[in-house]
């Protein structure tokens, strides 16, 4: 045996980000190096304040000196190949200026977040910084004020008044570009309301994205998490409407999935998108494992006419395709049971969006199978006791019915929405839609348990 291995390196692009740093880790330098490495990148760093905070609020700031920072992006520029640079807390008038000189000399993209004011309220930018800004603004590829940030760059209302205003978030938009920006990207995340609207103004396009709200508090960290994200996908090259669009999905789910840590509302889970990545084939063993247990337990009786699919979702699942399941389903033959294909994930549709939507009230539930229902298998749930629920499609809107698929999301709204976790749910169906009862569970074990037993009580 060799006594050294061969070295492997990998080579990724590197990002530098400008920015203070949170000691609660949800936001600034804390946030982005988190960020950038989940997004792919290499992160490096200029340090512009040190912030004693946490998930309540800012409880101190101290700015560190210009050629502090100035030391650290020489240091940074003169040993790494920087492909893109991101700023965030700049704090004070003399480092505003400072970045901007140095962002005029950066041969790479530059993402400028205007952080100006903590998710707590808490200022961070000095008053007087905020007319320095300009100059910055006028070498950025992109910049990415929320509502607030943008109404103190442009004089202009983008929503900061409480609700989405479309029109002035273009207004700003265009304001930003007419300042010297390449584009602009002004979130609505901070305005109240249902609906967050995302306005990106390029000197080309207009592009409105409107996506319901994520309701928590525990956003802290948000925008820097996004402007990171995009930074580094600008970095491996992606066009920027692309980098927008992925990055503003990748910040929904750290959102969404947020730590639940100390006495606030919480951190941004940074690498959410990543570990739901690093699940999926766990996700997918799991569901091969359910089936290979279906098979040797003989649920021929639970299958239905349009066969039986087993779904497993990703801890962090999002979409169908992040979700695995039987390819062409689990269907009968003479004595048993046999899945048609393997598993993959985005093979299930109905089973899929059921549980997703099921998930957006009880996260927890993971995995979903549909089973047949008649009237011996109501008696079966009878006999075990669980809890079920189920969905009229009597009561279904007739524009839910002629949408493909819609079906599935809007009973599980029923069923679940009001807070209820059953672990069984019938549709008893309609002409050309035969009768089915889902079995949901937080693990594939309980899945699996729950279907053997309601065998067991058919039989």
């Known amino acids: 045996m060799s006594e050294t291995r061969t070295p492997a390196p990998v080579s990724k ?47 101190s700031s101290h700015v560190l000196p210009v050629a502090e920072l100035e ?11 920087v492909r893109a640079v991101k700023t965030g807390m700049l704090a004070t008038s003399e480092v505003v200026e400072t970045v901007a000189a140095y962002a005029a000399d950066f041969d790479c993209p530059v993402v400028v977040d205007p952080v100006m004011v903590a998710e707590s309220g808490d200022r961070l930018l000095a008053g007087e910084a905020e007319a320095a800004y300009e100059d910055l603004v006028a070498e950025a590829t992109l910049v990415t004020p929320n509502a607030d940030e943008a109404a ?15 029109a002035g978030a273009r207004l ?35 592009e409105a994205a409107r996506h319901p709200r994520v309701d928590t508090d525990a956003t802290h960290g948000s925008g820097c998490t996004l ?85 497993g979702a990703t801890r962090y699942a999002e979409a169908v395709d992040e979700t695995a399941a039987v390819e062409g389903r689990i269907t009968k033959t003479v004595g048993g049971v046999q899945p048609n294909r393997g598993v993959r994930f985005g093979a299930s549709s109905h089973v899929a969006r059921f549980l997703l939507e099921a998930r957006e009230f009880h996260p927890e539930l993971r995995f979903a199978v549909n089973c047949r229902f008649d009237d011996d298998v109501e008696s079966a749930l009878d006999a ?16 839910v019915k002629r949408r493909e698929g819609s079906t599935m999301q809007w009973g599980a709204r029923q069923v679940f929405s009001g807070g209820d976790r059953p672990a069984a749910v019938v549709d008893r169906g309609e002409v050309g839609r035969e009768a089915i009862v889902k079995l949901v569970a937080e693990t594939p074990q309980a899945l699996g348990e729950r279907a053997v037993e309601l065998l067991s009580a058919l039989e």
């Not at 650290?72 to 190949?81: N, T």
């Open 227 to 311: 402007s990171s994200a995009i930074a580094t996908r600008l970095a491996h090259g992606e066009p920027l409407v692309d980098a927008v669009g992925r990055s503003v999905a990748f910040m929904e789910r750290a959102v969404r999935y947020h730590h639940d840590v100390g006495e606030g509302p919480g951190a941004v889970h940074h690498l959410a998108a990543l570990r739901n990545e690093v699940g999926r084939d766990d996700t997918a063993e799991s569901v091969h494992d359910v089936v290979e247990w279906f098979v040797a337990e003989n649920v021929r009786p639970l299958v239905p006419e349009v066969g039986m699919n087993v779904v």
């Open 152 to 166: 103190v760059l442009t004089d202009v209302d983008a929503g900061g008044s409480g609700h989405p205003d479309e």
């Open 71 to 81: 030391a650290q992006i020489e240091a940074v520029r003169s040993d790494f190949d």
């Open 172 to 206: 700003a938009g265009q304001r930003l570009l007419a300042m010297g920006a390449d584009a602009a990207l002004v979130t609505g995340g901070h305005v109240p309301g249902d609906e967050v609207l995302d306005l990106l103004v390029t000197p080309d396009t207009i």
């Open 384 to 399: 075990v006791e669980w809890a079920v629920a189920e969905y009229d499609r009597d009561a279904e809107p007739e524009d």
């Open 13 to 59: 692009p590197v990002v530098l980000t400008i920015a203070g740093s949170d000691s609660g880790g949800g936001a600034g330098i804390q946030a982005d190096l988190k960020t950038i490495e989940a997004t792919g990148g290499f992160g490096t760093s200029a340090i512009t304040a040190v912030t004693a905070q946490n998930t309540t609020g800012v409880e």
